[in-house]
Structures are given as structure tokens and as C-alpha cells.
């Protein structure tokens, strides 16, 4: 039971985390906006192209930032639980 506890809050604090980093990129992207340099011209993936303004950059950067890191926690997490089930099917 302990083990259950343990396993879902360490989920809830990596989920945590990476909510912060998110808003953290849209907070760095917010005041890149701010700032203004010459050549900032943000296009998500590649070919959305948006405006150059405080709230354009930040988008962009919440949303690179939480496509890039979101792929990687779903692989983390699939992985995981895939290895948990493995283990607990097979203990040796």
C-alpha cells in the first residue's frame, strides 16, 4: 500500500515540475517579447508563424518547451509502468 502512495506522489511532483518549467518558458518568452530584438520572428514547428509580441513569443515558448518536454515525460511514464507490470508479472 505504502508503495502505491509513494509511486503516485512522485508522479504528482515530476507533473509539478514540469508545469513549472512550462510557465517558466512562458514567463522567459514574455519578457523576450518585451524586449524586442530586431530579427525575433517565432513560428511554432516550424511553419505557424505568430506575432512577435510579448504574448506571441511566451506562447511559442509554452508550447515548444511543453510539446518537447511533454513527449519525453509520456515516454517516461509508458515506460515505467510497462517495466512495473513487466516486474510484478515476473518477480524473481
Given amino acids: 500500500m ?8 512522485g508522479e504528482k ?5 514540469y ?3 512550462v510557465a517558466l518558458a512562458g514567463v522567459m518568452g514574455f519578457v523576450l517579447g518585451t524586449i524586442r530584438p ?3 520572428q ?3 514547428f ?4 505568430l506575432p512577435p509580441t510579448p504574448f506571441g513569443v511566451a506562447l511559442y515558448g509554452m508550447v515548444t518547451v511543453g510539446v518537447g518536454l511533454g513527449v519525453f515525460l509520456g515516454l517516461v511514464i509508458y515506460v515505467s509502468r510497462r517495466t512495473d507490470a513487466a516486474s510484478r508479472r515476473n518477480p524473481e
Wanted: aromatic letters at 4%.
Fill in 13 to 17: 511532483v515530476v507533473v509539478q515540475i
Fill in 42 to 44: 517565432p513560428a511554432l
Fill in 38 to 40: 530586431a530579427d525575433l
Fill in 19 to 21: 508545469v513549472v518549467i
Fill in 46 to 49: 516550424g511553419f505557424i508563424a
Fill in 2 to 9: 505504502s508503495d502505491q502512495v509513494s509511486e503516485s506522489r
